[in-house]
């Protein structure tokens, strides 16, 4: 069974520039999450889809970042513009039920806006 | 906030048991404890969960103390791929409720050769 897969693994990107990270989840897994972790801070929660609508997006920083998972398979973050601030890793991760069912995580993206 | 308390860092020699605690003194009665960790640059990875009955699988053992407030999960031999920064975490799970997972600082495990 293929693992929560994120493309790509590296950006670098000039502030004001655009980015989209791309996550596929496990298959058959309805619940995909964003977390990210920035400058040494903690890994912090962006939010939760159930299949294609947005449960909870509390996380999200401001309007620069948008999340999209049309169709309930993939999921997309946009950041545009970048800032400075935004460099950090950006985790995917997947689950088949709500509740007590664990998280699988993807690899991470890591940005890096100059 | 993370609503766990758990030392910053901890050794342990190769091929003995790592007990590594976790402090959880606000915990509500339907909230689970999970243990993640990050190995190096890699994503978190899922360890164990459980409510208040000690809990095993093939990777650990989770301890919780009777009144639940705190917690200890246990890698009865520690390889030096567990070098790990572990996580504490608890979660309420359930309808309306956040899924959301809340990291905390961790505590970085390093098992020494």
């Known amino acids: 069974e293929a693992g929560v897969t994120q493309f790509p693994s590296h950006s670098v990107i000039e502030k004001g520039q655009t980015v989209t990270l791309r996550c596929d989840p496990i298959?058959?897994?309805?619940?995909l999450y964003w977390y990210r972790r920035v400058m040494g801070k903690e890994i912090k929660f962006l939010l939760h889809f159930v299949k294609e609508s947005k449960q909870d997006e509390s996380g999200m920083p401001n309007n620069r970042f948008l999340a999209e998972r049309t169709g309930g398979t993939y999921s997309t973050l946009k950041v545009q513009p970048a800032e400075l601030e935004d460099s950090g890793v950006y985790f995917c991760?997947?689950?088949?039920?709500?509740?007590?069912?664990?998280?699988?995580f993807g690899p991470g993206t890591r940005l890096t806006v100059l | 906030d993370a609503k766990t308390t758990q030392p910053p860092s901890m050794d342990c020699a190769e091929g003995r048991a790592a007990n590594l605690p976790c402090n959880h003194s606000t915990i509500s009665g339907n909230e689970y404890v999970y243990w993640y960790r990050q190995i190096h640059s890699q994503g978190p990875q899922y360890i164990i969960h459980?409510?208040?009955n000690n809990e095993t699988n093939e990777m650990a053992s989770l301890i919780i103390t009777e009144d639940r407030k705190s917690s200890t999960l246990i890698l009865p031999h520690a390889t030096l791929r567990d070098t790990a920064v572990y996580y504490c975490?608890?979660?309420?799970?359930?309808?309306?409720?956040?899924?959301?997972?809340?990291f905390g600082k961790g505590m970085k495990l390093t098992v020494n050769p």
């Open positions: 975490i608890v979660r309420a799970p359930g309808e309306g409720g956040s899924e959301k997972l809340v």
């Open positions: 298959s058959g897994h309805d619940n």
């Open positions: 991760a997947s689950s088949q039920d709500r509740g007590v069912s664990r998280q699988f």
């Open positions: 459980g409510l208040k």
